[in-house]
């Protein structure tokens, strides 16, 4: 190598040439400081091969492009000089970069194993990338998202440019081959057998290979991680065999590493359907079903092809052009996959995705047509009440915590799955409640998209068409200073606080003034709006109506519960209530309540109500008391479909806890005892029969009616989730036992347990805080309809027979 040097390097804007490998290199005027390590008599910088060491330490660079810096832990110095072509950028310009080049969170050396480099960002088309700085052989760059990442200054030469992407190759080598960081590259590593009988052979450049290396872990700790490119001579290679095309369908079958492998080399935000196609053989299903919006965003539902085999579900989804946007891989918990473990890679709008199940089965694709299918605008679809002709339903964006950019009421031709009229709420709370006729639904909002401005309305439409019937507007109250009898003009706004129905009446409450806990109910006709009768009530009130079907108005006060006349006022019967000392559970957001409503059927008149410290189970025609059960602290209770009751009892006395707290008992109403008691925290009971279908320490169980008793649990199998009341309830239909399970619709054997497979094109979801909804409004039958929401916006009607007709387990 032929070095030549200007006589004073210490001068600003000298010009400097380097000769390496045949090619002169320019490179760029600047502030070149002395070289701290140079050799005293010449002035010569110290040439090593020492590869560098793996770090992060960041770099203050000059604006020159070049700076011969000491690496920690490093006696040597690796000199700009090996850089073996020119680069021509400055600090904070622009470093066109050719897609899927992996970029390092620090320099790395064969003292970092070559399938542990920890790779978590690949290059991607039109993303900006800005230097910030250089050390020997390696650049350091920012992206878009001013994340830091290093690459060997080699790909940012023009030479580079001349790489060739070839069809993917296994290949052997000489056993004194070598590995180089890029092509001539001082940084080597020595070759492996055994790691190179799994690499692949993915680029030309002149005399060399460029080989991709896969991580020997693909996931961990919520990090995905992807491939290397490093380089061997083409002489040192000793044999190659192309990888036929038709990954998922080749015989023999290719394993799942050489699978990922595969799929994270070739496939990037470029690819399209027709070259996976072409690579990977065509899928086993195609589904439009993927949501790919963020709450508050515009809905992106888009194609999804699956490849399922029994240890790995890779799922593709391209947008409307066809291009690939995410790759997603489903993984069973295994050995090798740490369970519920999830890594997510976002890429400018590409996304990788890894998922590994908290079970060891991953459920197939089984197909069931349906009757009809509506596509909505927001994601989560519940519904909330069912005619012979109509669908109420409700839509909410799902987003954080309970809150949302918008939510709407919308009706659906039950036959058709026409839209019949719609509401948007937008970001404000809202309320729908049917009349006792079920041929009309009041709506409360506090916010008007059109106006874009809160502002409470009360409006009573027709079920049918979605034509206003009346509205209600609040009179502005004139109220009166006490000492000066003066009107207070502060107090003239109208503070709702929400609406309820009972018996042909819609019940509207109403803050008595901004901040004050007092209130007053105004109590409508439902048929017209007129107001029937009003009542001011004092600190701590509460109407705790459910639904129209119900013969009274119900509002505690005073230590009383009050069951009021709906057309007069005049109270029909009063129950002595004093304050409890126990929070009420359905206070609990995440609670999912005390009943499974049917919205196809008319409320219970017999209800489970929290008086004193004492659960009690109340007549609501008469008043009367029917059962009582002792309230506790961290006490949950949920009545089955046969009226029996769960209880369920952290032992520590705290509202959310571990299963291992929990215990759960069977409360016989009949005899007033309990029937039995599990150490096991037991919710969503479906009873059939002498069996009781439960999700137990979260995961699907069935267990004995009659002793409690663990008859089958799929916690091998499927496993448990953590929060398992957000999905939705069991149906059954035949022998197949339904459940909404993460993001598929499950179906199970009811006798045994066993996972049969997942409902094709059906997308669930987790929608925070709207587990009474996912309880009630996911998944519905009646007769020979399944209604069943979804997590992408749609809702559809599935024709029970059919799941057995089209599928022979």
């Not at 709450?295 to 291009?323: C, I, S």
């Not at 606080?497 to 901004?514: F, L, P, S, W």
């Not at 009949?670 to 925290?681: E, F, L, S």
């Not at 339904?738 to 997942?758: A, F, I, S, Y």
């Amino acid at each position: 190598m032929c070095v030549k040097k200007e006589p004073n390097q210490n001068i600003r804007g000298y010009t400097r040439c380097v000769t390496l490998t045949g090619i002169t290199v320019v490179l760029l005027t600047g502030c070149m400081m002395p070289d701290p390590q140079t050799d005293a008599m010449g002035g010569q910088a110290q040439v090593s091969t020492t590869q560098a060491a793996d770090t992060k330490a960041p770099i203050q660079v000059s604006d020159t492009i070049f700076n011969d810096l000491a690496l920690p832990d490093s006696s040597t110095l690796l000199s700009a000089e090996q850089i073996s072509a020119k680069i021509p950028y400055k600090k904070g310009e622009g470093v066109p970069l050719r897609e899927g080049l992996p970029l390092f969170s620090g320099r790395k050396d064969n003292r970092v194993a070559v399938d542990q480099m920890k790779v978590t960002y690949l290059t991607i088309p039109k993303e900006k990338y800005i230097l910030t700085g250089v050390q020997g052989e390696w650049l350091q760059v920012k992206n878009q998202q001013h994340d830091s990442y290093w690459l060997p200054g080699w790909y940012a030469i023009k030479q580079s440019n001349a790489i060739t992407k070839i069809a993917p190759r296994t290949f052997t080598v000489r056993t004194d081959s070598k590995l180089y960081l890029t092509p001539d590259s001082t940084i080597t590593w020595p070759s492996d057998e055994a790691l190179l009988k799994k690499a692949l052979i993915v680029a030309e450049w002149k005399d060399w290979v460029g080989v991709s290396i896969a991580p020997r872990i693909w996931s961990k700790e919520w990090t995905g991680y992807h491939h290397v490119l490093l380089w061997i001579k083409k002489k040192d290679v000793t044999g190659q065999m192309p990888v036929s095309d038709g990954w998922f369908a080749s015989e023999p079958s290719l394993s799942i590493a050489m699978l990922r492998h595969l799929v994270d080399t070739k496939l990037d935000q470029t690819t399209t359907t027709k070259q996976v196609a072409e690579w990977l053989g065509e899928p086993d299903w195609k589904e439009r079903s993927r949501n790919l919006n963020e709450p508050g965003d515009p809905m992106r539902v888009r194609q999804t092809w699956r490849y399922e085999r029994h240890d790995a579900h890779l799922l593709l989804t391209f947008n409307n052009n066809g291009k690939l946007t995410e790759i997603r891989w489903n993984m069973p918990a295994s050995q090798d996959n740490e369970a519920d473990i999830q890594s997510y890679e976002r890429m400018g709008t590409f996304t990788y995705f890894t998922q590994v199940a908290v079970g060891k089965s991953l459920p197939p694709t089984l197909p069931w047509k349906p009757e009809w299918v509506n596509q909505g605008d927001l994601n989560y679809t519940f519904l909330e009440a069912g005619t012979d002709d109509v669908l109420l339903m409700k839509g909410d964006d799902g987003g954080f915590s309970g809150m949302h950019y918008d939510d709407s009421y919308y009706a659906l031709d039950r036959h058709t799955g026409k839209m019949l009229w719609r509401v948007h709420n937008g970001y404000g709370p809202a309320q729908a409640v049917v009349n006792t006729k079920r041929d009309a639904v009041t709506l409360y909002t506090s916010y008007d998209t059109d106006r874009k401005q809160y502002l409470d309305r009360v409006r009573h439409i027709n079920l049918k068409d979605g034509k206003l019937l009346w509205e209600y507007k609040p009179e502005v109250r004139d109220k009166r200073n006490n000492s000066s009898n003066k009107k207070d003009t502060a107090d003239d706004t109208v503070w709702l606080n929400g609406i309820k129905a009972a018996r042909n009446v819609v019940i509207v409450d109403i803050t008595a003034a901004e901040g004050s806990s007092n209130g007053w109910i105004h109590v409508l006709n439902s048929s017209n709006g007129k107001r029937l009768w009003s009542k001011k009530l004092t600190k701590g009130y509460q109407l705790v109506n459910r639904s129209a079907d119900e013969p009274y108005v119900l509002y505690q006060e005073k230590n009383q519960l009050v069951a009021a006349d709906p057309l007069t006022g005049r109270t029909v019967w009063q129950v002595e209530s004093e304050p409890s000392a126990i929070d009420h559970i359905e206070n609990d957001s995440y609670f999912d309540g005390i009943h499974r409503y049917d919205p196809f059927a008319s409320a219970p008149l017999g209800r489970w109500m929290l008086l004193d410290d004492q659960w009690v189970l109340l007549d609501l025609t008469s008043g009367k008391k029917r059962s009582l059960i002792p309230a506790r602290t961290g006490q949950q209770i949920e009545v089955l479909n046969d009226g029996m009751v769960l209880i369920r009892q952290n032992q520590k006395g705290n509202m959310y806890g571990d299963y291992g707290e929990y215990t759960t008992s069977l409360f016989d109403l009949g005899t007033g005892k309990i029937r039995w008691t599990v150490n096991a925290k037991i919710e969503r009971g479906l009873l059939e029969a002498d069996q009781l279908y439960v999700i137990r320490n979260g995961y699907p169980a069935a267990v004995d009616y009659r002793t409690g008793e663990t008859r089958w649990d799929t916690q091998e199998s499927v496993g448990a989730n953590q929060y398992s009341t957000n999905q939705g309830s069991y149906l059954i239909i035949g022998d197949h036992l339904l459940l909404p399970r993460n993001e598929d619709l499950l179906v199970m054997d009811k006798k045994d347990g066993k996972l049969l497979g997942r409902v094709h094109d059906v997308v669930m979801g987790t929608p925070e805080h709207r587990d009474r909804d996912a309880k009630n409004g996911m998944i519905n039958r009646m007769d020979d309809m399944v209604f069943v929401g979804s997590a992408n916006g749609r809702f559809r009607v599935l024709p029970a027979h059919l799941l057995e007709g089209e599928n022979s387990f």
